[in-house]
């Protein structure tokens, strides 16, 4: 059987994100693929071999996505080393915010489930973070690097699920909230690493 005309990965993959940001990475199922491209969910079967396959595609659009923001920030920097953070912190949550089923493709990336490019995008995105935490960590070695990137990225992740989750919702600007969070972090690390 030959493919639907007009029906491609590229249309698939923009149906599946779309369903993703609006109800959430566990709607997106052949069936509401299917439903969202007007077609029989069989047709799918033509581009895609089921939804393990768009699960990965949405994580790797997801990383692809976090990835390029926060490397866009980060190059519009006019003093790179002192404002990296806060510009990766502010991308970050951004996407996260604008994408969330992108965003939540990119969660839990492991070996068993993911592609290696999706391991490699994975890891370009702790590179990036880890480049901006380096300058505030002269003398850190690698464990403590790695710490200090999984410091950042709950503080991110944190922030924004209570965003998506309806939460900050108190007359105090969210986005002060959130840089007063940065600002705290990274004086926190930077007193750590002289201990």
């Given at each position: 059987?030959?493919?639907?005309?007009?029906?491609?990965?590229?249309?698939?993959?923009?149906?599946?994100?779309?369903?993703?940001?609006?109800?959430?990475?566990?709607?997106?199922?052949?069936?509401?693929?299917?439903?969202?491209?007007?077609?029989?969910?069989?047709?799918?079967y033509n581009h895609v071999?089921?939804?393990?396959?768009?699960?990965?595609?949405?994580?790797?659009?997801?990383?692809?996505?976090?990835?390029?923001?926060?490397?866009?920030?980060?190059?519009?920097?006019?003093?790179?080393?002192?404002?990296?953070?806060?510009?990766?912190?502010?991308?970050?949550?951004?996407?996260?915010?604008?994408?969330?089923?992108?965003?939540?493709?990119?969660?839990?990336?492991?070996?068993?489930?993911?592609?290696?490019?999706?391991?490699?995008?994975?890891?370009?995105?702790?590179?990036?973070?880890?480049?901006?935490?380096?300058?505030?960590?002269?003398?850190?070695?690698?464990?403590?690097?790695?710490?200090?990137?999984?410091?950042?990225?709950?503080?991110?992740?944190?922030?924004?699920?209570?965003?998506?989750?309806?939460?900050?919702?108190?007359?105090?600007?969210?986005?002060?909230?959130?840089?007063?969070?940065?600002?705290?972090?990274?004086?926190?690390?930077?007193?750590?690493?002289?201990?």
């Amino acid at each position: 059987m030959s493919p639907r005309v007009g029906l491609d990965d590229a249309r698939i993959m923009q149906a599946a994100a779309s369903i993703a940001n609006e109800t959430g990475l566990q709607s997106v199922t052949l069936a509401t693929l299917a439903k969202q491209l007007n077609v029989r969910p069989p047709s799918l079967y033509n581009h895609v071999n089921g939804l393990p396959e768009i699960r990965n595609k949405l994580t790797l659009l997801g990383l692809q996505g976090l990835q390029a923001v926060m490397h866009e920030a980060v190059s519009k920097q006019k003093q790179p080393e002192s404002g990296a953070i806060p510009a990766l912190a502010i991308a970050y949550a951004k996407y996260a915010i604008e994408h969330p089923g992108l965003y939540e493709a990119t969660i839990n990336i492991n070996a068993r489930e993911h592609s290696e490019e999706i391991q490699q995008k994975a890891a370009e995105l702790v590179d990036l973070v880890s480049n901006g935490l380096r300058p505030f960590l002269p003398s850190a070695d690698e464990a403590d690097l790695i710490h200090a990137v999984r410091g950042f990225r709950s503080l991110l992740h944190g922030y924004t699920s209570l965003i998506l989750s309806g939460g900050f919702n108190m007359a105090v600007d969210r986005d002060e909230s959130f840089l007063y969070m940065i600002r705290a972090y990274m004086a926190g690390i930077q007193r750590q690493s002289v201990l």
